[in-house]
């Protein structure tokens, strides 16, 4: 089992920045990426960035256009999401998770992940 626990969260100006976490515990040993989505109110989750946790490879959705970043920590216990020039409509709750197989045609396919975490709240006004 993993658990995930993600802070970071806050409400800020558009263009402005946030850093989100998401801390693994368990057997993280066994997770091959970890991603993070986001869902508003009245819309489908969406994928905003994975991270192959063995190789470093990352992926983001295309709404990002170069303004968030994923990295890990060295332990590659620890993923992070700096977000930057934020926008309003990036306002939604973030959640990230991990799983033990990774497509890498498909790295925010539903399927390959296991665990999610709660997830942390960013709101971003105009």
């Known amino acids: 089992q993993v658990q995930l626990v993600e802070s970071g969260g806050g409400s800020v100006q558009a263009g402005g920045s946030l850093r989100l976490s998401c801390a693994a515990s368990?057997?993280?040993?066994?997770?091959?990426?970890i991603g993070w989505f986001r869902q508003a109110p009245g819309k489908e989750r969406e994928g905003v960035a994975d991270?192959?946790?063995?190789?470093?490879?990352?992926d983001y959705g295309e709404f990002v256009k170069g303004r968030f970043t994923i990295s890990q920590d060295n332990a590659k216990s620890t993923v992070f999401l700096q977000m930057n020039s934020l926008k309003p409509e990036d306002t939604a709750m973030y959640y990230c998770?991990?799983?033990?197989?990774?497509?890498?045609?498909?790295?925010?396919?539903?399927?390959?992940?296991?665990?999610w975490g709660q997830g942390t709240q960013v709101t971003v006004s105009s």
């Open positions: 368990g057997d993280i040993s066994s997770i091959n990426h």
């Open positions: 991270i192959y946790t063995r190789g470093g490879a990352t």
């Open positions: 998770a991990a799983g033990r197989t990774r497509w890498f045609t498909d790295p925010f396919a539903r399927a390959t992940f296991d665990y």
